[in-house]
């Protein structure tokens, strides 16, 4: 079964304090990504990445970094984390004509 | 980068009754056209898309959808609401040959018994 999993679902915290979403797909896809969904502004993305070791800036990258050393796992990392990304965090597995998002990670960061 | 619009971020409509969401994108090429809805404390389900082919494209739940190419328009409609429809729904492009989505704000659809 195609899939995309993350983990964790979710995740409180205190600002400052590194963390790691991970996520992972079995379909193979060459590119992943990463979105945030916060009230009234839909999904913006984070980051992406065309390839293993290739990633590349989307949207909304302030404060966050994400690595591709594996074709399967793309996880996305906070450094410093701060309230201001505290949102439900979404991981995606695309070809050209068709998305599958992760369940979803909702992070507070306080 | 595309532009996305949804008019309207909350829509009520009674059971029954006809459900319209309104979503226009801003580019000259037709792109890849997809509706999502995310129910409560849940993910994103694909509701339909349209890539090539009918302008009319149907999806689960019942809705369908039509791409208009002379608006730039891509609206969600369902004849008759169901109180299980109440979710956020959100419009997403892509240019042809680009991964990327991009989102519409979303639109919250409430269904008064």
């Known amino acids: 079964e195609a899939q995309v999993t993350q983990n964790p679902r979710y995740l409180i915290t205190v600002t400052g304090k590194k963390l790691t979403v991970t996520c992972s797909q079995n379909?193979?896809?060459?590119?992943m990504s990463w979105y945030r969904q916060d009230p009234g502004l839909g999904l913006r993305q984070i980051y992406y990445?065309?390839?293993?070791?290739?990633?590349d800036k989307g949207d909304v990258p302030e404060g966050y970094k994400v690595s591709r050393k594996e074709k399967r796992n793309f996880p996305l990392i906070l450094e410093s984390p701060s309230p201001n990304q505290t949102s439900l965090y979404f991981c995606?597995?695309?070809?050209?004509?068709?998305?599958?998002f992760g369940p979803g990670t909702r992070l507070t960061v306080t | 980068a595309q532009s996305v619009t949804q008019l309207g971020s909350h829509v009520s409509v009674s059971e029954g009754a006809l459900v319209l969401l309104r979503c226009n994108y801003s580019?000259?090429?037709?792109?890849?056209l997809f509706w999502y809805v995310q129910y409560p404390n849940q993910g994103l389900q694909l509701l339909l898309k349209y890539t090539t082919g009918a302008t009319l494209v149907k999806g689960i739940n019942g809705f369908e959808a039509e791409f208009k190419k002379s608006e730039t328009s891509f609206h969600l409609t369902k004849p008759s609401a169901h109180m299980s429809d109440a979710a956020e729904y959100f419009c997403a492009v892509s240019d042809l040959n680009d991964y990327k989505l991009s989102f519409g704000a979303g639109t919250t659809v409430t269904v008064r018994a």
């Open positions: 379909m193979n896809h060459e590119y």
């Open positions: 580019s000259s090429v037709p792109p890849y």
């Open positions: 995606a597995s695309s070809t050209l004509k068709e998305q599958y």
């Open positions: 990445s065309m390839n293993v070791e290739v990633t």
